[in-house]
């Protein structure tokens, strides 16, 4: 069975202030990773994903992840958040079988 | 605009009451997933079809039911509803050709049972 894990349920930072959340996964064979974001009030839409090739995955607004096999961790990383971040964060991943799993989610509260 | 349509965007009925949900996907797109998502909580997937056929199913109750139909729209059905159905509903599809299995979301039916 294939699991994602979400280490932090809320985060609250301070404007500029570095953002990781941490996000593994079980599943033994391939997989795509993804990262969601979902603001106040609208549908999740993708931040970035990893299906293959380099590790480190730059997506919109700044975000990155790294895919780290040897851990099974997909981790989100921003070295400057802003108040427009507040959001909803997801990460999921998608077998061959075509089945996706997601987090139960972070929220991330940026202060102004 | 990711392009998957859902309808009504709200609903307010009663409990017992019973409610069918809309979605279609996008152009193109063969694969519907259904979740639902309550109040603080995260993202629970609840079915999917792929071309009319159900092809994974999660946490739905017997009271729900989902049926794709042959020009892909797909309806999800409410039955006997209580309070702890109210919840935000929503419907994504996946890219049929190309993409790598990510999911487009559509506005999402915000279901009151009162």
């Known amino acids: 069975a294939q699991s994602v894990s979400q280490h932090n349920h809320h985060v609250i930072l301070s404007e500029a202030a570095s953002l990781e959340l941490g996000c593994n996964y079980s599943y033994g064979g391939t997989v795509n990773l993804f990262w969601y974001v979902q603001y106040p009030g609208q549908h999740p839409q993708l931040l970035l994903k990893?299906?293959?090739?380099?590790?480190l995955v730059k997506g919109i607004k700044g975000f990155e992840a790294e895919f780290i096999k040897s851990k099974f961790s997909f981790n989100l990383r921003k070295p400057s958040v802003q108040w427009s971040d507040t959001a909803e964060y997801f990460c999921?991943?998608?077998?061959?079988?075509?089945?996706?799993?997601f987090g139960d989610g972070t929220t991330l509260t940026v202060k102004p | 605009d990711s392009g998957v349509t859902q309808t009504p965007k709200h609903l307010i009925t009663a409990t017992g009451q019973r409610v069918t949900l809309r979605c279609s996907p996008r152009s193109g797109d063969l694969s519907v997933y259904w979740y639902q998502q309550s109040l603080d909580q995260g993202l629970q997937f609840l079915i999917q079809?792929?071309?009319?056929?159900?092809?994974a199913k999660g946490n739905i109750l017997e009271r729900f039911s989902a049926q794709q139909f042959p020009d892909l729209h797909s309806e999800l059905n409410l039955s006997s509803l209580e309070l702890g159905d109210s919840a935000l509903y929503f419907c994504a599809s996946r890219p049929t050709v190309g993409g790598t299995g990510e999911l487009f979301f559509g506005e999402g039916s915000r279901l009151t049972v009162l």
């Open positions: 999921a991943l998608n077998t061959n079988a075509g089945k996706s799993t």
């Open positions: 990893y299906f293959s090739g380099d590790p």
């Open positions: 079809y792929y071309n009319g056929e159900e092809r």
